[in-house]
Nanobody, 120 residues
Framework: VQLVESGGGLVQAGGSLRLSCAASGSIFSSSAMAWYRQAPGKQREWVATATRDGSTNYADSAKGRFAISRDNAKNTVYLQMNSLRPEDTADYFC???????????????WGQGTQVTVSS
């Protein structure tokens, strides 16, 4: 299983970016998908989740500015980021928690990250 992020880059404060995460394999529809981020010198923090049934949750820092969505037909999860701030600068990581139907346990997968830099 691979998670491949794309869409990061340099943007001015107030701008927008859309991150994408494409999942290989057949896990996507059975996985809760999320985005995390890690700023330089800081711990990785949760940003947003899209559950298997499509419901979404956001960290306070993302509410009202970011939107997570998933396309099960394309095995892809997105993070639309608007009104970006310099403090949003971080590496953004895609996360999948896979729930196989044959097991009560789950498996976590991470992408390699994509860098987002917001200039002031």
């Amino acid at each position: 299983v691979q998670l491949v992020e794309s869409g990061g880059g340099l943007v001015q404060a107030g701008g927008s970016l859309r991150l994408s995460c494409a999942a290989s394999g057949s896990i996507f529809s059975s996985s809760a998908m999320a985005w995390y981020r890690q700023a330089p010198g800081k711990q990785r923090e949760w940003v947003a989740t899209a559950t298997r049934d499509g419901s979404t949750n956001y960290a306070d820092s993302a509410k009202g500015r970011f939107a997570i969505s998933r396309d099960n037909a394309k095995n892809t999860v997105y993070l639309q980021m608007n009104s970006l701030r310099p403090e949003d600068t971080a590496d953004y990581f895609c996360y999948a928690r896979f729930y196989p139907s044959s097991s009560s346990s789950s498996t976590v997968y991470w992408g390699q990250g994509t860098q987002v830099t917001v200039s002031s």
